[in-house]
């Protein structure tokens, strides 16, 4: 396998990366993978029995939702006329290759998974050694049961398993993965998938809903699509093969971007959709977080990143470096401030 630093320098469509494959299949697994995921997929149905519904009620209820929120803000369109771009979605089981090659052992995931469990325990034993005198003068709570030294233990032993939780090594693997795993977008398809496995973990590591993390999925993927099929004013879309040859940070830049307009329009209706947005992005490599340093933050940011990126369509800019330029040249040109008229006296047109 390449260096993670070289894999970040490759485009969009790398042969190297899943999502650019022409045709979903199932991959052939050996007897030891296949009882890899079945044991994980156990693991997450016994935390949480309701995940995969969760998934799939949270994005159909968001689906058309964000479809408009997307239309509107890159002002392309999917269907056009009688020119109508299918590009459907599916919750699926499994995991993504570069998601199941982080998981060296399955077990781990049972402590990632109750983290946060541990975590408010640990909170909670620490208030009773500090206030353990006055806890144990209640009158409810007599006989009293325990010591202080024995919260005290309790206490360490939890400390103990939440340091090895912060040590286990599938955080800075998921850190190195260059590449969507919480869903995917299939652009040489196109299809759309979404996996509940890797939402539901991801969900339970950063502490986030998995309604809110669902919304920020779907919203990313879907923005891949619009930002490469969805046609322009003049009935334009992005080249597939410059698509493909773009730089990662191009693509999913472009895509953040728009996950983080959308997470901020419906964070009045659902709070947890630009919470989760947020810790993501403390989880992810560098491709994922390079739109938050394109443009100050002003209203005409939107603008700017649009007419940016249709440019970047239509002339086949594929270089990140190149890309910037077009955006600092536009946000130049539309956040000037407008040249103020000057009013004519009599005297200065010969009165």
Known sequence: MPHVLDRMNNPWGHPDKY?????????KKDKYSNAKLRHIERLLMQYDPELPDKVECTFKQWNLIIRDYLRNETA????????????????????PRPFEAAIDDPEELLMLLRRPLFVN?????????????????????????????????????????????????????????????????????????????????????????VEGLTIVVTAHELAHAYSHLGR????????????????????????????????????????SALEAYRRLLTLQPEQYTVHKTWIPDTKAAG???????????????????DFLKVVERHSTNITRPPVKKQRLKKNDIGF
């Open 19 to 27: 999502q650019s494959i022409p045709v979903v299949t199932i991959e």
């Open 76 to 95: 392309l369109r999917l269907s056009v006329g009688d020119d109508m771009q299918s590009v459907p979605v599916r919750v699926v089981s499994g995991l």
């Open 121 to 209: 325990t640990a909170v909670g034993l620490n208030f009773v050694k500090e206030y353990f005198d006055l806890l144990s003068n209640q009158r409810r709570v007599k006989p009293v049961m325990t010591t202080s030294d024995e919260v005290h233990r309790v206490e360490t032993f939890l400390d103990k398993i939440i340091q090895g939780i912060e040590e286990v090594n599938l955080y800075k693997q998921i850190s190195s993965i260059d590449e969507d795993i919480l869903g995917a977008y299939f652009f040489r398809i196109p299809l759309i998938h979404l996996y509940w496995m890797v939402i539901g973990t991801i969900a339970a590591m950063l502490d986030v809903a």
């Open 232 to 271: 322009d004013i003049d009935g334009e879309r992005w080249d597939e093969r410059k698509f493909a040859d773009t730089d990662l940070r191009v693509v999913e830049g472009l895509a953040q971007f728009y996950t983080q307009v959308i997470c901020e329009k419906i964070n009045n209706r659902v709070p």
């Open 303 to 321: 603008e700017i990143i649009r007419v940016s990126m249709i440019e970047c369509r239509s002339q086949y800019i594929t270089n990140y470096d």
